[in-house]
């Protein structure tokens, strides 16, 4: 069996995943999975989906972190294709949950042939539950193809436990996604957390 490779290392390209809740650094993990890239002198590509609003025009960024990394606005996974040159080495997707959700295998399928067919090493970041604790089907199906999965975690802003696992919201609205930030959710451990 051969190993597609990028032309920069003899490594098979793999999928890594980071899923947890909100304010669990998983941006800030991304970022910094995709810089070390960067250090090697390598080149990537980070996208996002256009429906997330909340950080600046053309950027992923995390609250722990001072300078963002610029990205790509797509509406469909499929446009990340559209971006694809033969020098990539890796690929950064952030907010996983929010991309295609009509489609929810559709991003873990264009991140396995971003793998497979391009050998390039795809990282991805999103929320693994919504605020009814049921999981976000685009991210359970990348967790399960994944080659890694790290889970990240919150402190629960209730009882200061270091496994807050779920994100709480704090406003009402039946809407399945709602856009925010800590205007409208905290995290919270599994005991503290009440599912909307």
Same mark, same amino acid.
């Given at each position: 069996?051969?190993?597609?490779?990028?032309?920069?290392?003899?490594?098979?390209?793999?999928?890594?995943?980071?899923?947890?809740?909100?304010?669990?650094?998983?941006?800030?993990?991304?970022?910094?999975?995709?810089?070390?890239?960067?250090?090697?002198?390598?080149?990537?590509?980070?996208?996002?989906?256009?429906?997330?609003?909340? &950080?600046?025009?053309?950027?992923?960024?995390?609250?722990?972190?001072?300078?963002?990394?610029?990205?790509?606005?797509?509406?469909?996974?499929?446009?990340?294709?559209?971006?694809?040159?033969?020098?990539?080495?890796?690929?950064?997707?952030?907010?996983?949950?929010?991309?295609?959700?009509?489609?929810?295998?559709?991003?873990?399928?264009?991140?396995?042939?971003?793998?497979?067919?391009?050998?390039?090493?795809?990282?991805?970041?999103?929320?693994?539950?919504?605020?009814?604790?049921?999981?976000?089907?685009?991210?359970?199906?990348?967790?399960?193809?994944?080659?890694?999965?790290?889970?990240?975690?919150?402190?629960?802003?209730?009882?200061?436990?270091?496994?807050?696992?779920?994100?709480?919201?704090?406003?009402?609205?039946?809407?399945? &996604?709602?856009?925010?930030?800590?205007?409208?959710?905290?995290?919270?451990?599994?005991?503290?957390?009440?599912?909307?």
């Amino acid at each position: 069996m051969s190993h597609h490779t990028n032309g920069h290392s003899t490594h098979p390209a793999t999928l890594d995943v980071i899923a947890g809740p909100m304010f669990s650094n998983k941006s800030l993990e991304l970022i910094g999975r995709i810089r070390r890239v960067q250090y090697a002198k390598k080149k990537t590509l980070c996208f996002y989906p256009e429906t997330d609003t909340r &950080t600046e025009h053309e950027t992923i960024g995390s609250r722990s972190l001072s300078k963002p990394e610029p990205a790509i606005a797509c509406k469909s996974a499929r446009d990340i294709l559209q971006h694809i040159t033969p020098n990539i080495a890796a690929v950064g997707i952030d907010e996983a949950q929010f991309w295609d959700m009509e489609e929810p295998e559709l991003l873990g399928l264009v991140c396995l042939e971003l793998v497979r067919k391009h050998g390039i090493n795809v990282k991805v970041a999103g929320l693994d539950l919504d605020a009814s604790d049921k999981p976000f089907e685009v991210v359970a199906f990348l967790m399960a193809i994944a080659d890694r999965v790290t889970k990240t975690r919150a402190v629960c802003v209730q009882c200061g436990s270091e496994y807050g696992s779920r994100s709480q919201r704090l406003v009402k609205t039946n809407a399945r &996604t709602l856009v925010g930030d800590a205007d409208a959710y905290e995290a919270r451990c599994t005991h503290c957390f009440e599912p909307h």
